[in-house]
């Protein structure tokens, strides 16, 4: 089974340049998440989808983060425009609908904003 | 309340001996505990993961010890190899969705 896909797997900006990254979950998992990983910290939740319907988005900061799951497979996440403290790994995950469901990771996205 | 506090930062062990990493939470509605290991240029995998409706977990060398009353859990790595040295995160959620990480611990084995 193919896991979770990400591109690109590097990206270097200046800061208030825009930037999108892209995210293909496993086949058949209804549940995407976006992560923010600061280095020398654990993943933070930025977004949940649900299908193509967010859950929870309590932590993106709206002024300048978005995501969108169009159809409900794949999904992107916008930065724009970046600040210096953007920079980060920024990892989807995956997870079929049910109880005791495993979040897959994908490889992420480092972003470095210069 | 949303926090899981995991300690050590980082951890050095000899080849053959017992990793143990700690982590504590405070939100009692949290129904499900992994822990994930994550290697240099990859994302985070799931090692092993615990109900709180048990103690004890086991799976070959990799234990979770699991302390309700103290809102504590913690993963023991037996027989430490090489090839454990990674970044280990544990984690909790909720319905076993929203997932809120520790700061993670870097662990290295020495051979």
């Known amino acids: 089974e193919a896991g979770v896909a990400q591109s690109p797997r590097y990206k270097i900006i200046e800061k208030r340049q825009s930037v999108a990254f892209w995210c293909n979950p496993i086949?058949?998992?209804?549940?995407l998440y976006w992560y923010q990983q600061i280095l020398g910290q654990g993943p933070k939740l930025l977004i949940q989808?649900?299908?193509?319907?967010?859950?929870?988005d309590s932590q993106l900061p709206k002024d300048r983060f978005s995501a969108e799951r169009l159809k409900g497979v794949d999904s992107t996440l916008k930065i724009q425009p970046a600040k210096l403290e953007d920079s980060a790994v920024y990892l989807c995950a995956s997870s079929s609908t049910g109880p005791g469901n495993e979040q897959f990771f994908g490889p992420g996205t480092r972003l470095t904003v210069l | 309340q949303q926090q899981v506090k995991q300690s050590p930062q980082s951890l050095i062990v000899q080849k053959g001996g017992i990793s143990i990493i700690n982590c504590a939470y405070e939100n009692t509605a949290f129904d499900y505990f992994p822990w994930y290991q994550q290697f240099p240029g990859k994302g985070p995998a799931l090692l092993i993961a615990?109900?709180?409706?048990?103690s004890e977990k086991k799976e070959g060398r990799f234990t979770i010890s699991f302390n309700k009353s103290a809102k504590q859990f913690s993963l023991h790595i037996m027989d430490s190899q090489p090839g454990d040295s990674a970044t280990y995160f544990c984690?909790?959620?909720?319905?076993?969705?929203?997932?809120?990480f520790g700061q993670g611990t870097r662990l290295t084995i020495n051979p």
């Open positions: 086949s058949g998992h209804a549940t």
């Open positions: 984690a909790a959620s909720w319905g076993a969705q929203k997932l809120v």
């Open positions: 615990i109900r709180p409706d048990v």
């Open positions: 989808f649900q299908n193509n319907g967010v859950v929870d």
